[in-house]
Every structure is written in structure tokens, then in C-alpha cells.
């Protein structure tokens, strides 16, 4: 598959990004194709009609209709009662990147990684928003930039503090403490 243009806008800089395959699991484990051959020619997935016509997989395409058969407009999206635009896709426009700290990688939640070709943003972590399609949600972005590649991490960020080596706990106020020993009316001296 050939790259896609990313425009990425940093600072009021504009840097065109080349967008290579997304990284899936076949990328990283391999892959197993399953095969069906009938006299050393490969058949195809396809559908046979009740009256005896097939289609192949490859020559049907799909699409949105109404009952009667008409291409069906496109549908509206509400939430919480409020209508959603939609968003153009992240090809057509430039997406604006910040500057943020490594340690907002450990709070992102990758869903998707494609290795981008981005000459001139300096080392470092970016973040933006990222949708491969139009969408009325666009998705967490990050853009990671490595002395030995770059790499746009889409996902989510997550709001979980990052804690420390030492964390303090504070059970018990011991002001409280005293006053609801003092008015404890129970006397256990007795005993």
C-alpha cells in the first residue's frame, strides 16, 4: 500500500508526514493463510443465488439504501440530544500536534500504530487527534519521534495519575481522633 500524506502543524510549522501500513498483529507474530485450490488454481469466496448466479466477493460492492432501493442518505448522529458533524478525515486537513511530557505515553492506550516518515520535528512525544476516515469522534493521538523512527500512536488517554516511590496515607486524623474518644460515653474501665 502506498503512504499517505499526513499534514502535522507544530508551532505554525507545517510538516507533511508520509503514512505507512498500520502495525497489526501479522506485522509482529506472522501470518497463516488458509487456501482452497481445485486442480492447482486458487478458488475465491464468493455467493451462490437461489437461481443459480454467483457473484464473487470482489464484484460485489456495498452501499447504503432505502426500502425502495435508493441510495439512502447519509445518517445523522445525535448524542446526549445534540447533533454531531461530522469530522473530515485527517488526510484532508492538517492536524495540529503540542509538545507534551514523556510521561503521558505510560497514561495512552494505543489501539492502533502506524510508523510515519517525519523529517524535521525534533525528538520528543506530540499530541493531536487522528481519525483515518470522517467521524464525529475523533481519536487520541500521539506522535512519537525517535532518534531511529517516528511512529503515530492513536488510542486514548486515560486520566491515571502516576505515582511515586513513596505514598503517604493518612488513616486517621489524630484532632478527630481525640475529640470522639472524649465524647465517647461508653466506659470500659470496669471491665
Known amino acids: 500500500m502506498a503512504a499517505k500524506t499526513l ?11 508520509g503514512l505507512e501500513s498500520k502495525i497489526g498483529k501479522d506485522d509482529l507474530y506472522g501470518r497463516v493463510d488458509h487456501l482452497v485450490e481445485q486442480d492447482g488454481k486458487r478458488l475465491e469466496r464468493g455467493w451462490l443465488l437461489a437461481d443459480g448466479v454467483i457473484f464473487r466477493k470482489s464484484q460485489v460492492a456495498m452501499t447504503s439504501v432505502d426500502p425502495e432501493g435508493s441510495p439512502a442518505e447519509s445518517p445523522e448522529i445525535y448524542c446526549a440530544g445534540q447533533k454531531l458533524d461530522l469530522r473530515p478525515s485527517s488526510f484532508d486537513g492538517a492536524e495540529t500536534l503540542e509538545p507534551v511530557p ?3 505515553l505510560a497514561r495512552f492506550v494505543a489501539t492502533d ?3 510515519i516518515a517525519a523529517a524535521g520535528l ?3 512525544l506530540y499530541r493531536g487527534t487522528f481519525n483515518y476516515r470522517k467521524s464525529a469522534r475523533p481519536r487520541d493521538a500521539l506522535v512519537l519521534i525517535r532518534e531511529d523512527g517516528a ?5 486514548q488517554v486515560k ?12 488513616f486517621f486524623d489524630a484532632a478527630e ?12 474501665s470496669m471491665m
Open 159 to 170: 486520566a491515571c495519575p502516576m505515582v511515586g516511590r513513596v505514598v503517604a496515607y493518612e
Open 177 to 188: 481522633a481525640a475529640a470522639e474518644e472524649a465524647s465517647d460515653p461508653l466506659d470500659f
Open 102 to 104: 514523556l510521561e503521558t
Open 151 to 155: 511512529f503515530l500512536l492513536v488510542g
Open 122 to 124: 525534533a525528538p520528543g
Open 7 to 17: 499534514k502535522l502543524n507544530v508551532a505554525g510549522k507545517e510538516i507533511p508526514a
Open 113 to 115: 500504530v502506524y510508523p
